[in-house]
């Protein structure tokens, strides 16, 4: 296996242990300590070798995702729906934490955070019943088949979770992905995710590269900020129907310089339909 960015690592790790803070809503027969289960012994080290501390300012970025996609996740539920797709899950909980009976979670990483996140529950003890861990390197696999392969069932409606995953991927797989997961959702599926926007009229390849620059020295992992409209007709031309577009959803990310001034990046919440 080639060597993954350590920065991806360090963000993978520290957006679970981040969550693991927070106060979370979890399902009748759910378990709550699922994550501080799945992270035992994370350090979230960076580039340098050195753990991240878990700052008042770092939980407030990541303060709004949890009750995001877990408001998402209850109300799939609540309306009956049996499939839960998470695409990028990491050391996400949610599949412990909202077990459901006839609910089947699916979740899609990389080969070796799969092999990883199988040892940490398989130690964990834990009830894993009814999750199926998928693995999928999204630059080059199809979703769609390897969800067919699994046992996901294409008739049946979906809640689609793609909670910090696009960024890392580049603009033709980020195509792909939605394209594909499109042609796994039952009408009535819901598709949510985390986009990476930058203010419109401003060149989506030089944002990147200067966020390349300015804030990794040129290792940067992350591969795809947008415009909200570039988003909005990405997520369109794959068959999705974004609810709600004209109102942002979002919260601040970070800043790079462009043109003489600070262009503000922000982690804007979309939730689509199928
Ligand atoms: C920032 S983490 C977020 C994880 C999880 N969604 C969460 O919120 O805790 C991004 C995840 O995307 C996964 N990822 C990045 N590139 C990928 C690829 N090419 N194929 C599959 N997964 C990928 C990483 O391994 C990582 O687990």
Redesign the pocket.
């Known amino acids: 296996m080639q060597q993954e960015n350590p920065t991806?690592t360090m963000?993978?790790e520290f957006?679970?242990l981040g969550?693991a803070e927070f106060e979370r809503p979890r399902s009748p027969s759910g378990d709550g300590h699922g994550q501080r289960k799945l992270t035992e012994g994370m350090t979230a080290a960076g580039p340098d070798g050195e753990p991240v501390k878990m700052s008042e300012p770092l939980l407030q970025l990541l303060a709004p995702?949890a009750p995001y996609f877990d408001l998402l996740v209850e109300g799939a539920l609540e309306s009956g729906v049996t499939q839960i797709v998470?695409?990028?899950?990491?050391?996400?909980d949610r599949a412990l934490r909202f077990r459901s009976p006839d609910v089947h979670f699916y979740e899609?990483?990389?080969p070796h955070?799969i092999a990883d996140k199988k040892r940490r529950l398989d130690a964990s003890g834990l009830d894993t019943r009814g999750i199926t861990l998928i693995e999928?390197?999204?630059?080059t696999?199809g979703a769609g088949d390897l969800l067919a392969a699994a046992g996901h069932d294409r008739r049946e409606r979906s809640l689609f979770?793609l909670?910090?995953?696009v960024l890392?991927?580049e603009n033709s797989?980020v195509d792909c992905l939605a394209r594909s997961l499109a042609g796994r959702a039952a009408p009535g599926s819901t598709l949510a995710l985390t986009a990476e926007a930058h203010p419109q009229g401003l060149d989506s390849a030089q944002v990147l590269a200067t966020t390349d620059q300015v804030m990794f020295g040129g290792t940067s992992p992350l591969r795809t900020i947008l415009s909200r409209d570039t988003w909005l007709a990405v997520l369109k031309n794959a068959g999705w129907t974004v609810l709600d577009p004209g109102h942002v959803t979002a919260v601040d990310h970070f800043q790079v310089p462009l043109d003489g001034s600070a262009a503000q990046i922000q982690t804007q919440f979309l939730t689509a339909t199928a």
Do not use: K, S
């Not at 999928?136 to 630059?139: C, I, M, Q, V």
């Open positions: 991806l963000i993978r957006v679970a969550r995702r998470n695409v990028g899950a990491g050391y996400d899609i990483d990389l955070v999928a390197d999204l630059a696999d979770l909670e910090h995953i890392f991927l797989a």
